[in-house]
């Protein structure tokens, strides 16, 4: 009996750790996909330019025997952007299975996107570099960002006036004087420090209002207080 009884556990613990490959196996097939066209896609890009592959995989100041802090106020903005999108999206995404929260989950993944896509212009130079290589002018993308802007505000202005919505106006105002900064002046020092302040109001705020959504959707007690 003792035997027959461990066999069945058994059984049931092959079960349990097959369901759980299967259940695994689509999002690790993903991952493969995606790690193997980041390594071979850099691989392309390198060679295309006539260029070693470490220029390409290896971190720019190993490449360029710089300092360690080269670009750092940069490379800092990039994580924030991008700290802010995966908050938002993980956040939307929660709120879908939430009753009566689909315009706060729209909210959030209509953040996480825009801050998702912001950052990678802002680490990959989409309008700096490559949309000019399109025949883009850089004035384009910018006018995107002010029509999206303008579209933003008012398709969830209930949202936003029930989070910290003084940190979104930093943001805006940081964000639209580095740009203004960067259309009439020459002077890296003021548009790249508007613009940090600016993401890091950006990101404060996502933060935020991520937080505040889901503890008014999830745990309405702790909102209240």
């Given amino acids: 009996m003792r035997g027959l009884t461990i066999g069945r556990r058994a059984q049931t613990g092959i079960a349990e750790a097959w369901d759980a490959v299967r259940r695994a196996l689509p999002a690790a097939l993903l991952c493969t996909v995606l790690g193997t066209a980041g390594v071979l896609g850099s691989r392309a890009l390198a060679h295309a330019y006539g260029m070693d592959n470490a220029y390409a995989v290896r971190d720019p100041a190993a490449i360029t025997d710089a ?6 106020q940069s490379t800092v ?3 924030l952007w991008f700290c802010g999108a995966a908050v938002c999206l993980f956040g939307g995404t ?3 299975r939430a009753p009566d929260a689909r315009r706060e989950a729209g909210f959030l ?10 950052g990678l212009d802002d680490v990959f130079m989409f309008h700096d570099e490559l949309l000019p290589l399109a025949g883009i002018p850089e004035a384009v993308p910018y006018a995107l960002y002010l029509v999206l802007g303008a579209l933003y505000v008012p ?15 930093g943001a805006g105002v940081g964000l639209g004087t580095s740009l203004i900064i960067d259309q009439f002046f020459d002077s890296h020092f003021f548009e790249d ?6 993401i890091v109001f950006w990101a404060a705020y996502l933060w935020d209002a991520a937080a505040t959504l889901l503890i008014e959707a999830f745990a309405p007690d702790r909102a209240t207080r």
């Fill in 193 to 198: 420090g508007t613009k940090f302040y600016g």
């Fill in 77 to 79: 903005g990039g994580l």
């Fill in 155 to 169: 398709r969830f202005w209930r949202v936003i006036l029930r989070t910290k919505c003084l940190l979104l106006v």
């Fill in 94 to 96: 929660l709120l879908r």
């Fill in 67 to 72: 300092l360690w802090f080269v670009g750092i």
């Fill in 109 to 118: 993944l209509a953040s996480g996107l825009f801050s998702l896509w912001l």
